[in-house]
């Protein structure tokens, strides 16, 4: 095969992930643009990376898994990040949704559980020249107090409620988006907005996520 072919080829997968996106519901220019300039295939690993622009989630390691990228593109187009925002992620994951949020955002603070995939995802962030995202190990229901703050919170896990430290970090007119529900079966993906006298809940889609889990993961 050519190197134009290879080319093509994936040009043609690009154009095929962006007509999923658009046809369910991803309108916002900033949002598609980001997540066309990214190989999604770069954050799956070995056998699944023929599957990478397909539009389904895929499994990682530490029994996660990244998420389908239509639900990266409306949870971040509904997280309406604006270019000086300063974005809080809880659960990195492959860390695909910290660099489509990079793209977007001043600054990313991306915190995850296990050792191992904030491991894998510094080296990829580093090797996609990516110096404005801050992978932290640790407990992602704590939030990171030291920097808040934030303009915006992106949760990737599910909660029974948007948990309390989380709400306390978001600033004053910020916006936070989390998927909430008791079950693995029936979740809402819920966008919070902070104001002056409380908070504004809007209830946006059903999803389908892993539980927040509290602790750090028993991964090297």
Known sequence: MTDGERS?????????????????????????????KLDRGRFVRHYFQDRAYDDMPLPIACGQTISQPS???????????????KVLEIGTGSG?????????????YTVERHARL??????????????????????????LPDQAPFDRILVTAAAEDPPGPLLAQLKIGGIMVVPVGQSDTVQRLIRVTRSESGYDYDELRAVRFVPLVEGLGRDG
Do not use: C, K, W
């Open 8 to 36: 093509e080829t994936d040009a043609e997968r690009t154009m095929r992930l962006l007509f999923a996106l658009r046809s369910r519901g991803v309108t916002d220019a900033r949002v598609l643009t980001a997540m066309e």
């Open 71 to 85: 639900i990266v593109g409306l949870m971040t187009q509904a997280l309406r990040v604006a270019p000086r925002d």
């Open 96 to 108: 695909y949704q910290a660099a489509v949020l990079a793209q977007l955002a001043r600054r990313v």
């Open 118 to 143: 904030v491991r894998e995802a510094r080296e990829l962030f580093g090797a996609l020249d990516m110096p404005n995202i801050t992978a932290v190990l640790g407990d992602g229901s704590h939030g």
